[in-house]
């Protein structure tokens, strides 16, 4: 079960920004006794690697705090976000942590159950990030997409570290999501009414 947490964490985590996750596992890899990557996931703790993720991520974390680039830096992560979801669950689920000592006796040979769901889990969460940033810059003219962009990075982090050293928690910062989306669609909802109100009005 804690497999399945650690992973789908991870893959959440992904869903906000898709290099912090892995930045975050091959680090602690490389320099760390947190995670014990298996045979098939090493290259996330090699230099080059952690490397190029960080400058990924630094352009990542630039784009999608500018009003406008942000919504195209969304449909351009669309893709990647995923995919880096499904890698992230796989090579999480997949590794020796300090919570997870056994982690082939969850999925056993089916090694692409985890890969499809971290891109599942992250598609989910991209498209509730995606939905939610045009709210915020309508009702902030644009100045609340740094501030939410921070604030998804930072809950990316605090994601990951909790999928890799307190699994549990990541259970309530689930929970946490799903009333956001639910926040999300009645913002939407509401504003869609609002504007079929005023061109009735207009008429």
Same mark, same amino acid.
């Given at each position: 079960?804690?497999?399945?947490?650690?992973?789908?964490?991870?893959?959440?985590?992904?869903?906000?920004?898709?290099?912090?996750?892995?930045?975050?596992?091959?680090?602690?890899?490389?320099?760390?006794?947190?995670?014990?990557?298996?045979?098939?996931?090493?290259?996330?703790?090699?230099?080059?690697?952690?490397?190029?993720?960080?400058?990924?991520?630094?352009?990542?974390?630039?784009?999608?705090?500018?009003?406008?680039?942000?919504?195209?830096?969304?449909?351009?992560?669309?893709?990647?976000?995923?995919?880096?979801?499904?890698?992230?669950?796989?090579?999480?689920?997949?590794?020796?942590?300090?919570?997870?000592?056994?982690?082939?006796?969850?999925?056993?040979?089916?090694?692409?159950?985890?890969?499809?769901?971290?891109?599942?889990?992250?598609?989910?969460?991209?498209?509730?990030?995606?939905?939610?940033?045009?709210?915020?810059?309508?009702?902030?003219?644009?100045?609340?997409?740094?501030?939410?962009?921070?604030?998804?990075?930072?809950?990316?982090?605090?994601?990951?570290?909790?999928?890799?050293?307190?699994?549990?928690?990541?259970?309530?910062?689930?929970?946490?999501?799903?009333?956001?989306?639910?926040?999300?669609?009645?913002?939407?909802?509401? /504003?869609?009414?609002? /504007?079929?109100?005023?061109?009735?009005?207009?008429?």
């Amino acid at each position: 079960m804690l497999e399945a947490l650690t992973g789908g964490g991870l893959a959440a985590s992904a869903g906000l920004n898709a290099y912090i996750p892995l930045l975050t596992m091959g680090v602690l890899a490389r320099w760390t006794d947190a995670v014990d990557l298996p045979a098939g996931w090493q290259w996330l703790s090699n230099g080059w690697v952690l490397l190029i993720l960080a400058v990924l991520l630094a352009v990542e974390v630039v784009a999608d705090k500018v009003p406008v680039v942000d919504h195209v830096n969304d449909v351009v992560q669309t893709v990647i976000r995923p995919t880096a979801g499904g890698l992230a669950f796989g090579a999480g689920s997949s590794s020796e942590t300090v919570t997870v000592s056994d982690p082939g006796a969850f999925f056993g040979s089916h090694q692409w159950v985890p890969v499809a769901a971290g891109v599942l889990i992250a598609l989910c969460v991209h498209g509730l990030k995606a939905a939610s940033r045009p709210v915020v810059n309508a009702t902030t003219a644009g100045v609340g997409a740094p501030v939410a962009s921070t604030v998804e990075d930072v809950t990316s982090v605090l994601l990951s570290l909790l999928a890799i050293l307190l699994p549990v928690l990541v259970l309530l910062a689930l929970v946490a999501l799903v009333l956001f989306a639910m926040w999300v669609i009645r913002r939407r909802r509401r /504003r869609g009414r609002a /504007r079929v109100a005023s061109k009735g009005v207009g008429i």
